[in-house]
Nanobody, 115 residues
């Protein structure tokens, strides 16, 4: 009954911001690292950001460094992705993912950056 539910996506103009959330349940969230991925139509799935279980370390794709921030609230079993200075090339379906084998995926949340 592992469940990951992404939310917070939408339509935003270039330069705007969005905050994505991933509500996790059915597993000990605080014990696992988490990741955000994105996938645009016709493109390969891309790892956007990673965070360790205690938030001791984070990693970002070069394309989003300085603009996106991954964070988590273990007390709330929730993962976040703050997205600032959005660009059209950030448009994609965004998914959260647990660092585990097997892994688990949510349904995703759509982000569209367009004027």
């Amino acid at each position: 009954q592992v469940q990951l539910v992404e939310s917070g996506g939408g339509l935003v103009q270039p330069g705007g911001s969005l905050r994505l959330s991933c509500a996790a349940s059915g597993f000990p969230f605080s014990f696992y690292g988490m990741r955000w991925y994105r996938q645009a139509p016709g493109k390969e799935r891309e790892l956007v950001a990673t965070i360790t279980s205690t938030s001791s370390s984070t990693n970002y794709a070069d394309s989003v460094k300085g603009r996106f921030t991954i964070s988590r609230d273990n007390a709330k079993n929730t993962l976040y992705l703050q997205m600032n200075s959005l660009k059209p090339e950030d448009s994609a379906m965004y998914y959260c993912n647990v660092v585990a084998t097997p892994t688990f995926w949510g349904q995703g949340t759509q982000v569209t950056v367009s004027s």
